[in-house]
């Protein structure tokens, strides 16, 4: 089993709908999750992080974490056609950052 | 918040060249950088761990003398691939934390590096 893993997408969600994004992870032991967004030719930039079981939420974006079933989930409400982009998901394993694949969104006007 | 700096932004150079690709913490201080390759639709490939003061952590798989790795301060790190080839062509990313790996990375803006 991989690390971290996502669907690839394309994930495609109607305007103004809500967009869910989901991502497993294998070690138990991970303590620090990340949401990256990167859109084509760009850099990563950070969107939400979560460390403790339940939602956490920053304006469109709600973080959801379950560490008993090991996933990690992104919903974004509202969804803009500026959000279409890859949503990279992330976790601290000791010194390192294991990111997943990513989920391609694309936002349909 | 944090800033990461990376410079050059793009770079464009003949086959052999060597080519240096620095990483800057602008308002912290980043014992650990670390450095990623992304090839065009592929994921994110962390490439190695850079630690101040000592010796870069590869990843499997990366020639640790093709790919030189120098942390020489506290705010600076740098990426030399030497004697480059088409292959080598990407875009390379560096990030930080000032607070280690639980804290979010911060991303520099990358470098595309095309090698004629």
């Known amino acids: 089993q991989k690390e971290v893993e996502q669907n690839s997408g394309p994930l495609s969600v109607p305007e103004g709908a809500i967009a869910s994004l989901n991502c497993t992870y294998s070690d138990r032991g991970s303590q620090s999750f990340f949401w990256y967004r990167q859109y084509s030719g760009k850099s990563p930039e950070l969107i939400m992080f979560?460390?403790?079981?339940g939602d956490k939420e920053d304006g469109r974006f709600t973080a959801q974490l379950n560490k008993a079933s090991q996933y990690v989930s992104l919903l974004i409400r509202d969804s803009q056609p500026s959000d279409s982009a890859t949503y990279l998901c992330?976790?601290?394993?000791?010194?390192?950052?294991?990111f997943g694949k990513g989920t391609r969104l694309h936002i349909l006007p | 918040g944090a800033v990461v700096s990376q410079h050059p932004s793009r770079v464009i150079c003949k086959s052999g060249t060597s080519v240096k690709i620095e990483c800057r913490s602008l308002?912290?201080?980043?014992?650990?950088m670390f450095w990623y390759r992304q090839f065009p639709k592929k994921s994110l490939m962390l490439m190695a761990t850079?630690?101040?003061?000592?010796?870069?952590?590869?990843e499997q798989g990366v020639e640790k003398d093709k790919f030189l790795i120098n942390h020489a301060s506290l705010t600076l790190s740098t990426l030399t691939v030497t004697s480059a080839h088409p292959e080598d062509s990407s875009f390379y990313i560096c990030s930080a934390s000032d607070q280690g790996t639980w804290q979010p990375q911060h991303f520099g803006d990358g470098t595309r590096l095309s090698i004629l």
């Open positions: 979560i460390y403790s079981n």
């Open positions: 992330a976790l601290s394993r000791g010194d390192k950052i294991i």
């Open positions: 850079s630690n101040e003061g000592s010796k870069a952590t590869y």
């Open positions: 308002d912290f201080q980043a014992t650990t």
